[in-house]
């Protein structure tokens, strides 16, 4: 009978480039950690554009309550209103 589970040797090996290749496929992607955090202003995205040359994002801005991962829950600071979207969808408030 053929031993079927591999030898830890060949476990780390593969563990290594698998952690090789996240890390290269990381940087030509040039992705990196998420900086808005609990408490910033942020803009959400549209998810219906009217027309082209209309704004991508909404004119009001919208504050960030809590954050899980890329998971974020931000309050609309005109209405009160509450909506989950995620973290791709936002653009911080500048100045």
Same mark, same amino acid.
């Given at each position: @009978?053929i031993?079927?589970t591999p *030898?830890?040797s @060949?476990?780390d090996?593969?563990?290594?480039? &698998?952690e090789?290749? &996240?890390?290269? /496929?990381d940087?030509?992607?040039? /992705? /990196?950690?998420s900086?808005? %955090?609990? %408490?910033?202003?942020v803009y959400?995205k549209k998810?219906d554009?009217?027309?082209?040359?209309?704004?991508?994002?909404?004119e009001?801005? *919208?504050?960030?309550?809590?954050?899980?991962g890329?998971?974020?829950?931000?309050?609309n600071?005109?209405?009160g209103?509450? +909506?989950?979207?995620?973290i791709v *969808? +936002? &653009?911080?408030?500048?100045g």
């Open positions: @009978m031993n079927s *030898h830890s @060949m476990q090996r593969d563990t290594e480039i &698998k090789k290749r &996240k890390e290269n /496929a940087r030509k992607r040039h /992705a /990196a950690e900086t808005i %955090g609990v %408490g910033e202003e959400v998810v554009k009217v027309n082209k040359l209309s704004s991508p994002f909404y009001v801005p *919208h504050t960030v309550v809590t954050k899980n890329n998971d974020v829950e931000i309050e600071d005109d209405t209103q509450r +909506l989950r979207r995620y *969808h +936002l &653009k911080r408030v500048e």
